[in-house]
């Protein structure tokens, strides 16, 4: 599902069989409802091929095979065999999120503070040129922001922009809808977003 190698999550396409697709090619995630262990996300994603195509991707994927590292082996000079990385990436993702530092982060709006998050809290992104902009549903206060942030921010676990775009726009309750129409305009129109400190 998600290839460590390249960053990219595994989809399958009507036109081109297998595309792989990183982060910020994904356009909306939906959490089905039901499934519980594992959860499992609903995900629009923009494929090489011109379209937009559906797939699913279990929250473990989705949050976690990013900090897996490489799906491959090493070779253990101590054993002198070779051996998976994916643990050991885990263990120094855990090291590094215990000492502070956050795979993912974005700006709460509502809060007027950063955050850090999880892909799964990631409800639609958009593309425009170099920018992506991406909604995140905060899992502290459950406020809905919109942040513009570079390919990598999205992509690049730990790599987190020291500044961000944040659109100035509260969302309603009926989130999907406004996020819907808001995707429409977000980078055709002149939604006032302002720069804030993500990191010092
Ligand atoms: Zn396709
Ligand atoms: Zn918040």
């Not at 513009?148 to 775009?165: A, C, E, K």
């Not at 055709?188 to 010092?200: G, K, N, Q």
Request: charged residues 20%; glycine residues 8%; negative net charge.
């Amino acid at each position: 599902m998600y290839d460590g190698l390249t960053g990219r999550y595994t989809f399958s396409c009507p036109a081109k069989g297998e595309v792989r697709v990183p982060l910020s090619g994904f356009r909306l995630l939906e959490r089905l409802p039901g499934a519980a262990h594992p959860a499992v996300y609903k995900i629009t994603f923009a494929c090489a091929c011109g379209s937009d195509h559906e797939g699913l991707v279990t929250h473990d994927d989705l949050d976690w095979a990013p900090l897996a590292g490489a799906d491959t082996a090493f070779l253990n000079l101590m054993t002198s065999r070779l051996e998976p990385v994916s643990d050991d990436f885990l263990g120094e993702a855990a090291r590094r999120i215990q000492s502070g530092a956050w795979p993912w982060s974005f700006f709460c709006y509502p809060e007027e503070r950063p955050r850090p998050v999880f892909p799964s809290a990631f409800r639609l992104l958009s593309p425009g040129g170099e920018e992506v902009g991406v909604a995140v549903e905060c899992p502290a206060c459950a406020g809905t922001s919109v942040n513009l942030v570079s390919r990598p921010h999205v992509d690049v676990p730990f790599y987190n922009d020291r500044q961000v775009g944040v659109v100035e726009h509260v969302f309603p309750h009926d989130r999907e809808r406004a996020l819907a129409a808001f995707r429409e305009e977000l980078f055709s129109s002149t939604f006032d977003a302002s720069v804030r400190r993500l990191a010092a």
